[in-house]
């Protein structure tokens, strides 16, 4: 099972960037993706990325967030620009091993289905 470890989360104000990471161990996956979650809100995708180069956003964060992978290092980093309070959530990165997974039906259903997740980094944007 691919272990996940997440670093990079902080406290910014409003139009400002963070860059969050993810470094992937003990396995291959087809697919990694980011996911975001605040209190008394559902898990929500926010970005994702397979194997073979596709990738999408979701329609809130394209523009503004950056999904990147290094596959000689096994890390996943979401660069994060003119961040929102509406930002402010927990940051889940996760794996899936279908090298063919549908990402928009990934993140669309907030990560259903993957196969590993990382303990999360929160992210907090004041305004």
């Known amino acids: 099972q691919v272990q996940l470890v997440e670093s990079g989360g902080g406290s910014v104000q409003a139009g400002g960037s963070l860059t969050l990471s993810c470094g992937a161990s003990g396995g291959d996956f087809g697919s990694m993706g980011w996911f975001r979650q605040s209190p008394g809100k559902e898990r929500e995708g926010v970005a994702a990325?397979?194997?073979?180069?596709?990738?999408t956003y979701a329609d809130s964060v394209r523009g503004r967030l950056t999904i990147s992978q290094d596959k000689a290092k096994n890390t996943l980093t979401l660069q994060m620009n003119s961040l929102k309070p509406e930002d402010t959530a927990m940051y889940y990165c996760?794996?899936?091993?279908?090298?063919?997974?549908?990402?928009?039906?990934?993140?669309?259903?907030?990560?259903?289905?993957?196969?590993?997740w990382g303990q999360g980094t929160q992210v907090t944007v004041s305004s």
């Open positions: 990325i397979r194997t073979d180069g596709i990738l």
């Open positions: 996760a794996a899936s091993k279908d090298k063919e997974r549908s990402l928009t039906l990934w993140l669309r259903t907030g990560g259903d289905e993957s196969d590993s």
